[in-house]
């Protein structure tokens, strides 16, 4: 598939678990992103990558660990999350950190139990 | 600071009737606006910005500074535009900081 590409669509963890949440992006963009889309908020902004450098972290807790080992993958790691971190992770990308056209992938829906 | 705002979280409207969702922006300098639309099932997706001035899926956007407006309208709607709709703003053009409004869920009756 081209575009932007999430693993796993669907993730349920404990509080205790580790688990990560991978993206791939198929379009030689260099900025690539993490959301969070929850029931009750607005989409929030969680990291922004440029050329795999952390460019923003938006008051992430800890327990989300963001990796970019090259410009076409980025991981969520994420550990000893709680319940009320059960949303949907969108991973996006564009041409360039300060570009405003962003392709989204199509999210992981985590919950946490 | 920079926020968007969207009043409406459903809009519940007949086939044929016009369709217009509201967004309001706070932003200090010049602003680039945007709609996204998420349609069941799919990814969310761009719709239509501001600076194209375009009409897509029938869909137009004026950005109207001194209301500090960017509301979306249809003039007759269509079952197929039953979707969620966010308005979002373009801040920082340094980290690519694009700030969402709460979404609309727009539902179109037959």
């Known amino acids: 598939e081209t575009g932007v590409t999430q693993t796993p669509r669907h993730l349920v963890m404990g509080m205790t678990n580790k688990k990560s949440l991978k993206c791939e992006q198929h379009?030689?963009?260099?900025?690539m992103y993490w959301y969070k889309q929850s029931a009750k908020k607005p989409l929030e902004l969680m990291f922004v990558?440029?050329?795999?450098?952390?460019?923003e972290n938006n008051s992430v807790p800890s327990r989300f660990s963001p990796e970019c080992p090259n410009s076409s993958h980025l991981f969520l790691h994420l550990h000893t999350l709680q319940p009320e971190d059960s949303a949907l992770y969108l991973c996006?990308?564009?041409?360039?950190?300060?570009?405003?056209?962003?392709?989204f992938g199509e999210g992981s829906w985590l919950t946490v139990v | 600071a920079q926020r968007v705002t969207q009043p409406e979280k459903l809009l519940s409207v007949f086939k044929g009737a016009p369709v217009e969702l509201k967004c309001n922006y706070s932003?200090?300098?010049?602003?680039?606006l945007f709609w996204y639309v998420q349609y069941s099932r799919q990814r969310l997706q761009l719709l239509l910005r501001?600076?194209s001035r375009e009409s897509i899926k029938g869909f137009t956007a004026d950005l109207n500074k001194g209301e500090t407006s960017f509301h979306l309208k249809k003039p007759f709607a269509q079952e197929e535009d039953s979707a969620m709709y966010y308005c979002?703003?373009?801040?920082?053009?340094?980290?690519?900081?694009?700030?969402f409004g709460q979404g609309t869920t727009l539902q179109v009756k037959p």
């Open positions: 996006a990308s564009s041409p360039n950190p300060g570009g405003n056209t962003i392709y």
């Open positions: 379009l030689g963009h260099n900025a």
């Open positions: 990558y440029s050329l795999e450098e952390r460019v």
């Open positions: 932003y200090s300098g010049s602003p680039e």
């Open positions: 501001h600076i």
């Open positions: 979002a703003l373009f801040g920082s053009s340094n980290t690519g900081k694009l700030i």
